[in-house]
């Protein structure tokens, strides 16, 4: 995908937050902790000795990019507005509610109504690919609700998901040896970091113990403006000098 100042109106940014489903591995039930023991023992050095002290702090640090143990919470969106060749504002927006399956479902409403073409809209993001449409396909259907076409990439080509442009495939120029984070790639590519007042591995803390969920909010939605700045970057789009950023959020976050 070739992005120029015209096709870059087109484009939906995203990124998502996602926490473990419950907050402590002593929480979880009986076959669940005996599931999680398996799949944290990779991550253990020494699984024989393990205690459920250690199964839980690799509960609270893992989990949550594991979509059978884990849940979305936030999704946010963006988009570009442009003029004279430049981008001139980033506007974002989060879905968010404490049910994971009312907030699938409101975005794949938004999915359907307003980037249903897969000929003529395209979804950018960091590590997109790997992350952030499986693990939403993956709940989606735990939580029985149909996949939007525009997500739905089981059985397609390479060449039938060119409507998806992910920045760490970008950066990657065939080469699969490493992984570059966001933070890294901002950092070498001269753009503000996103992770300002909070990093991935603060939301669970943020969604469990603080209640916090405005500013998951924010993490996510600066994540997403770093990708269109860096998507601009990269495909040579210049930013206007006075180029406005603006969250069009519009949610009852839960009083506690």
Known sequence: MRITVKNITQILFIDIETVAIVNSFAELNDTAQKLWKAKANKWINNPFYAGDVQYDFCYKSKAGILAEFAKVVCISIGYVETGNNQVTAVKTKSFFHENEKDLLNMFKHFLENDFADTGMMFVSGHNIKEFDIPFICRRMIINEIALPDILDLSGKKPWQIDHLFDTLVAWKFGDYKN???LDLLCFAMDIPS?????????????YWQNKD??????????????????????????????????SRTDVDFPAF
Do not use: F, Q, W
């Open 179 to 181: 992984y570059t984070s």
């Open 194 to 206: 996103p992770k300002k007042s909070m990093h991935g591995e603060d939301v669970h803390d943020a």
């Open 213 to 246: 969920y405005k500013s998951i909010c924010d993490y996510c939605e600066n994540d997403v403006i770093s990708v269109a700045r860096l998507v601009a970057k990269l495909s040579k789009i210049k930013l206007h000098i006075n180029c406005k950023y603006e």
